[in-house]
């Protein structure tokens, strides 16, 4: 997996891309979601549309980068998941977790405030 | 792909690192396309393979590069069945069986969601746990394509 960030005014927009799968990957988007909570930056968006399969493990790191956004008082969404995560979501009922949006761009606009 | 009157089987062999689990990917996501499967079944033999190729390496082998991971492709007439094959100690079956990841009391568990998503998305899930630990995934193709 690949991670890169940039910030959109208040926000922050971390894309990922390859395979989430746990590993090394969980590190990374730990450091990122620290990085950005402790600049005060509590709007994060993670972006997936890049990432072409997730396993059990890389779940748990969206998960758990939901909780520590959460937490935090922030807000976490989720940005261009394909159908092929979308499937693993329904299944799971983490669709009912995870706020989604067809785009960066659209998941930047659902921030209140 | 034409009718076939007999099973083949295609093997597979890698070490126990997680990147190695892409190239699982392609091969079970190709068959399972080769095979006509739609593509959102293909997606769930890929993602289900990968779950049982998980679980190999981070449960069964503790991510020990020298042991291998054994994965067995069967396609037949009617089904493809996927054994995903390590040399661990297996697992309590029944114990992992009775957790359901969906309950609201365990939605935000970072742990525990391979297997059911393999039972979620395969037709059939067995495993048979002795010499190592084998997980025996079954797909089913529809009359129509057979």
């Known amino acids: 997996m690949k991670a890169s960030m940039r910030t959109e005014g208040d926000a922050a927009v971390i894309a990922l ?29 993670i972006d997936i549309g890049d990432i072409s399969w997730v396993n059990s493990t890389g779940l748990g790191i969206l998960i758990a980068s939901h909780l ?28 009912t977790v995870f706020e989604t949006y067809d785009s960066v761009e659209q998941a930047l606009r659902g921030f209140v405030g | 792909m034409a009718e076939e009157s007999r099973s083949s089987r295609i093997f597979l062999t890698i070490p126990s690192r997680l990147e190695w689990l892409d190239l699982v990917d392609k091969i079970a996501s190709g068959i399972a396309i080769q095979m006509a499967f739609s593509q959102e079944e293909a997606d769930g033999v890929a993602n289900s393979v990968l779950e049982a190729g998980t679980n190999a390496i981070q449960h069964g082998h503790r991510y020990d590069p020298e042991l291998p991971v054994e994965i067995i492709f ?24 009775r957790v359901d990841p969906t309950d609201p009391q365990c939605l935000l568990a970072q742990r525990g969601r391979g297997i059911f998503i393999m039972r979620s998305l395969m037709d059939e899930v067995a495993f048979e746990i002795g010499h190592g630990c084998t997980a025996i995934l079954t797909k089913y193709r529809s009359k129509a394509i057979r």
């Open chain 2, 74 to 97: 069967e396609i037949s007439a009617d089904a493809l069945r996927v054994r995903v094959h390590d040399e661990g100690r297996g697992f309590d079956a029944d114990r992992v069986l």
């Open chain 1, 68 to 95: 520590t956004v959460t937490n935090a008082g922030g807000c976490l969404k989720l940005s261009r998941v394909s159908h092929r995560i979308s499937q693993i979501f329904m299944v799971t009922k983490l669709h």
């Open chain 1, 17 to 45: 891309s390859g395979q989430l799968m746990g590993g090394p990957d969980a590190e990374a988007v730990r450091q990122l979601i620290r990085e950005n909570l402790e600049a005060g930056r509590r709007k994060i968006v």
